[in-house]
């Protein structure tokens, strides 16, 4: 745990209950998923954590304007992205209340850092589990474990597009019903190149999509901008065949041509895996 985080509004009694029942999720007496949820604690939030957010915002924001996918844009629009405050979780100003009406996606706060069935079994109700501390401005450049940031403004702008939105939960209802440990593998595989490291070809240009890529100045400029970086054209079954390593910037990158070939592809797979497991993707 960094403790220059500010991990004082995850350290109660509360985050200590919901961090236990995801750590045990599945096992008897833990299989309801809303147990891992917490209240986001707004108050919490110092003044430096609000800088925090500014600053991160509008030298990304302006970057992003002309690089990143429009329908990643076009959902920050959606959903009142705004750089003036860390977003609300609840309430009529909360990122939620536009996400609800718009494909019933929603942000759920959560203690921690989830074990992989338990952040399926959210993504599975088209819920987000949502890290809410904030990286100090010590650490603004690069944070090896996420925090709002990556979550609200690298992930969540997408959960506002009906295609991606069903990709998303499509992908967490066949993950959680995976126990094939190749599968689980390419599963994680396929996210990783996907939802954390996507580009995507559109009007003719590479953009951004993936959260990891969305959030971090660094890594978005070197995806699009470097020579050192094989950009090839997704396959799904390439991707999942193709190992990836976390402690560096990505040397191996997948081109979408449209998020529909995303979730055609999903479809698909899904229905394999789902097929074995006797239940239905719907």
Known sequence: MNPSLNHAMIDDADARRAQERADHFGEPGHEDIT????AQRYEGYTEENQETWRILYDRQMEFLATRASEVYLSGARSINLVRDHIPYLEGPRSVNHFLKRLTGWQSRAVPGYLPAKAFFACLARREFPTTIVIRPKSSIDYLPE????????????????????DFLQTYGKAALLTNDPHHTERLARLFWFTVEFGLIREGGRLRLYGSGLISSPGESRHALESSEVDRRPFDLDVVCA????????????YVLESFEQLRDAMNSYAMRLLDRAGAKVA
Not at 35 to 38: D, E
Not at 146 to 165: E, K, Q, R, S, T
Not at 242 to 253: G, M, V
């Open 146 to 165: 996420p925090d709002i940031f990556h979550d609200i403004f690298g992930h969540v702008p997408l959960h506002a597009d009906p295609v991606f939105a």
């Open 35 to 38: 147990g891992v949820y917490i």
């Open 242 to 253: 193709t190992s990836f390593e976390i402690d560096h910037y990505q040397p191996i990158l």
